[in-house]
């Protein structure tokens, strides 16, 4: 970390390119920024769409996965378009996005939804496949309805892998509300890189990068940190 | 086959001195083409402990699951106090060879996991549940997690969620095939001990003849290819002498070599 900090601070001062300032620069360009109210209206609304985004992803993601582990059918039905979403090039969508749902916040969060989401059906489905048969005989043995056997067995069953999925949505959804706003770019850091970058502001396009993968690697860690809490028992079953 | 000290009776037959629990009538089960149970009948008498002991694959595992209403027989029909089974049901409960515990509950959860299927108030299924645990010897474990428990720590805790049920029925499945020989001994006296105690009816699946011997009133003996009850044995004079003297009883040596007689020759 620091050589390559290091490293960088040397290529900056050395002027080679304009596209890299000093490390320091950035730094202080960061720190100035920082407190600046269009740079906290652009976080402000990149978090919300972000939340909304994963919360959508989260809450729909989740038990349609679960569903399509419980049921062939479904799981016949939907496991192909799975895939492909999972693999398909988003970026590509959002223009149609744009048509669909306008210029707005809404195509952001749906953006940012379809990045997430897959992976989290991808892997709930997973996590209720490898579910232990002789609980779900168990829980039918006790005569458990089909809601209580979701919410007391499938779901906890397959949580070291929902949780999983969900680390790996979120670190996609954070690519797609970035790509979003990129691509829709009237708000929020969207804006904000479109205005450094046509003013040739490197100092501050680099140092709302820095923070937008701050951002990103701290709340990956945390979920990271999260499963591992989790997992204690996953070894165990 | 001689086995003068044992009344030898076919399933078709059994004579009724004894009130039913469990009646199993004519059932049969085929996996696609595999023919896993055909026309079986056998009797469970109320009170009593029955074992069902053959060899590996003779349908053992199938009947059981059958009467917990877990399997649809392909034809034919349990009864349980007289009403036909059609799924799993309050009269019965189950023991599970892995024994199926969750891993991210504690143990009075586990325990108290069918009351809370049946929608019994938390408080009370806690009452319950800890009567249970203190039961099957598991004072102070209550709030530990499976993980944290031996092998047959983990089968008393299966044991005691079947039991905090309160069922008429307990269907245990090879329990105490996953824990060690000495802890197993310790739970075949226990189980004597319970049948004893709770008015219940045993169905007791097993691959040790001898388990069988020691913990049975009944002793239902299949024979695979094409599965069938071939003989019934019902132990009868060393029951009444104390857990420690069973083993050395000549009844029971006797009925020990007979079984082995009769089941070596469908051993692979
Ligand atoms: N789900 C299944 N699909 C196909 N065949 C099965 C299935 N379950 C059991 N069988 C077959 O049915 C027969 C009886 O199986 P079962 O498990 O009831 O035997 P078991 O007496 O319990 O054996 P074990 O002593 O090994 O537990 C076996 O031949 C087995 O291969
Ligand atoms: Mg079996």
Redesign the interface.
């Given at each position: 970390m620091i050589v390559w900090g290091l490293l960088w601070e040397i290529v900056g001062q050395a002027e080679l390119t304009f596209f890299i300032p000093p490390l320091s620069e950035v730094l202080a360009t960061l720190f100035s920024i920082i407190g600046t109210p269009a740079f906290q209206k652009a976080l402000a609304e990149t978090a919300y769409a972000f939340f909304v985004g994963v919360a959508f992803a989260i809450a729909i993601g989740i038990p349609v996965g679960i569903l399509m582990g419980k049921s062939r059918l479904l799981d016949e039905l939907l496991l192909p378009w799975v895939n492909v979403f999972l693999s398909a090039p988003l970026t590509a969508l959002v223009p149609v996005l744009m048509v669909l749902f306008g210029f707005g916040m809404k195509s952001i969060i749906i953006t940012t939804a379809l990045f997430a989401i897959w992976i989290i059906i991808l892997n709930s489905r997973a996590g209720v496949i490898q579910i232990?048969r002789?609980?779900v005989?168990?829980?039918?043995?006790?005569?458990?309805?089909p809601l209580?056997a979701f919410f007391?067995?499938y779901f906890?069953a397959a949580?070291p892998e929902i949780l999983g999925g969900v680390r790996i949505g979120i670190i996609r959804a954070v690519k797609g509300v970035i790509i979003g706003q990129l691509l829709i770019s009237i708000v929020g850091f969207g804006a904000l890189f479109e205005l450094y970058s046509a003013n040739f502001l490197m100092g501050h396009f680099w140092a709302v990068l820095i923070v937008l993968f701050a951002l990103a690697f701290t709340i990956s860690e945390f979920l990271a940190y999260l499963e591992r809490r989790v997992s204690y028992?996953?070894s165990?079953? | 086959m001689a086995m003068s000290p044992i009344k030898e009776v076919t399933a078709q037959t059994t004579p009724m001195e004894f009130e039913s629990a469990v009646s199993v009538r004519n059932i049969s089960k085929n996996y696609g083409d595999v023919e896993a149970l055909r026309d079986m009948s056998l009797e469970f008498p109320r009170g009593q402990l029955t074992s069902l002991l053959g060899p590996s694959g003779c349908g053992k595992t199938t009947l059981l699951k059958i009467i917990a209403g877990l399997l649809e027989p392909t034809s034919g029909q349990v009864e349980v106090n007289g009403k036909t089974v059609s799924g799993p049901g309050k009269d019965r409960a189950f023991v599970f060879q892995d024994f199926a515990l969750l891993p991210w509950a504690t143990v009075i959860r586990n325990v108290a996991f069918g009351l809370e299927m049946r929608g019994v108030a938390a408080s009370e299924r806690e009452a319950i549940a800890e009567k249970y645990i203190k039961e099957v010897g598991l004072a102070g474990f209550e709030q530990s997690y499976p993980h944290e428990l031996s092998g047959g720590m983990r089968q008393r805790v299966g044991l005691a969620r079947a039991l905090a049920v309160d069922s008429d029925v307990l269907l245990m499945d090879e329990p105490f095939s996953a824990v060690d020989e000495q802890t197993r001994r310790k739970f075949q006296e226990d189980l004597l001990n319970l049948v004893q105690i709770e008015n219940k009816t045993f169905i007791f699946v097993t691959h040790s003849i001898e388990e069988a011997v020691y913990v049975s009133d009944q002793i239902a003996i299949l024979l695979p290819r094409p599965s069938r009850v071939s003989e019934i044995i019902r132990p009868s004079s060393f029951r009444d002498k104390g857990v420690d003297n069973i083993r050395r009883d000549p009844e029971y040596l006797d009925i020990v070599d007979n079984i082995w007689a009769s089941l070596r020759g469908y051993v692979e």
């Open positions: 232990n002789s609980l005989e168990m829980a039918h043995s006790f005569g458990a309805s209580n007391k067995i906890w949580l028992y996953a165990k079953r | -």
